[in-house]
């Protein structure tokens, strides 16, 4: 039973350059979010989809943006890269929307120079 | 938007002694979950608690939840490098949302 996987683990970017970062939920779980996590702090919630689409969203411009698939799987967008973007992007699946149990993939490490 | 305060920001202490750490909340706690992340990975769910005055154990983990003070506490007996770490509280809100706390580092010196 796969778990939850990202890709790509770590990537660089340049400021003003766009990026796209992917997620399979872990097996049966319908329901994706996404969370920001700078160096020495906790994860920030981005937002949440379900039935593809953006249930929740936390306090995140709008050049971060996200989609779910037919399949559940999802994709988070950010354009126009500032040097504060870098940071780990962590993906996390649960049932339906259902809160607190969440499944976390590794991360994917963003570096923005 | 909820706030999650852990205490201490991190943690130094030699294999064997015990620990808490504490999780503080701004508003009323629905939940509280407690994960573990290896420095740099995915978060592991530890424990979820949901009435005040519940109390739960993990081979040498303890969580606590204090519904009354908006308080929680992550217990560690006899620390192992293996605990070494960041701890995170996290909680539901109204909303729906899912907010974590500021993190506790953990280091367990052998």
């Known amino acids: 039973d796969a778990g939850v996987t990202q890709s790509p683990t770590h990537l660089i970017k340049t400021r003003g350059q766009q990026v796209t970062l992917r997620c399979s939920p872990k097996?049966?779980?319908?329901?994706v979010s996404w969370y920001q996590q700078a160096l020495g702090q906790g994860p920030q919630f981005i937002f949440q989809?379900?039935?593809?689409?953006?249930?929740q969203r936390g306090n995140f411009p709008d050049r971060f943006s996200g989609h779910q698939f037919p399949n559940y799987s999802s994709e988070l967008n950010v354009n126009a890269l500032l040097l504060g973007d870098s940071a780990l992007y962590l993906c996390?699946?649960?049932?339906?929307?259902?809160?607190?149990?969440?499944?976390f993939g590794e991360g994917s490490r963003l570096t923005v120079l | 938007s909820q706030e999650l305060e852990q205490s201490p920001q991190s943690l130094i202490v030699q294999e064997g002694k015990n620990l808490t750490i504490n999780c503080t909340s701004s508003?009323?706690?629905?939940?509280l979950y407690w994960y573990k992340q290896k420095y740099g990975e995915g978060l592991i769910f530890l424990m979820m608690?949901?009435?005040?005055?519940e109390e739960k154990s993990h081979e040498k983990i303890t969580a606590k939840l204090d519904e009354k003070k908006q308080q929680s506490s992550l217990h560690i007996t006899a620390s192992q490098p293996s605990h070494a770490g960041i701890y995170l509280c996290?909680?539901?809100?109204?909303?729906?949302?899912?907010?974590f706390g500021t993190g506790t580092s953990l280091t367990v010196i052998p």
């Open positions: 608690l949901q009435k005040g005055g």
């Open positions: 508003k009323t706690l629905y939940g």
């Open positions: 996390a699946s649960s049932f339906r929307d259902a809160t607190g149990e969440l499944f």
């Open positions: 989809y379900y039935e593809e689409e953006e249930r």
């Open positions: 097996s049966g779980h319908d329901t």
């Open positions: 996290g909680a539901d809100s109204p909303g729906n949302q899912f907010y």
